[in-house]
């Protein structure tokens, strides 16, 4: 078992499907990502670059994009709690996996560009 398996492990079940399913976007966008735990929380990085992060709470899952990613998509996260670089995924509504994958990918080409 690895760090981010380890750190997934910790929360209920339910949410450790759901973190899971944030995890496997990712790497299926980002397969080449490095994946590691930072500050405190699974986080990506291709091109030497920070791609996202995710992290596991008592009642949402926060992801965290940078703050390019999230003004990319302020229109479609504006019904989300936010902070710079960072949103809130209510536990009691649905994950918006198809957007957290659209912003994965946004990333992902963000650091492609970025070499």
Request: no cysteine; hydrophobic share 30%.
């Given at each position: 078992m690895n760090e981010i398996d380890e750190y997934i492990s910790k929360f209920p079940e339910e949410v450790q499907q759901q973190l899971q399913q944030v995890r496997a976007i990712i790497k299926n966008i980002a397969p080449q990502a490095i994946e590691k735990m930072a500050?405190?929380?699974p986080g990506?990085?291709?091109?030497?670059k920070p791609l996202v992060y995710f992290a596991g709470y008592k009642n949402?899952?926060?992801?965290?994009?940078?703050p390019s990613g999230h003004?990319?998509?302020?229109?479609?996260?504006?019904?989300?709690?936010?902070?710079?670089?960072?949103?809130?995924?209510?536990?009691?509504?649905?994950?918006?996996?198809?957007?957290?994958?659209q912003i994965v990918k946004f990333r992902v080409e963000e650091n492609a560009k970025a070499k």
């Open positions: 500050y405190g929380m990506y990085k291709t091109n030497g949402h899952i926060g992801f965290y994009a940078t003004e990319a998509f302020q229109n479609e996260l504006s019904k989300y709690k936010q902070g710079k670089g960072s949103v809130q995924f209510p536990l009691d509504q649905p994950i918006p996996f198809e957007l957290i994958e």
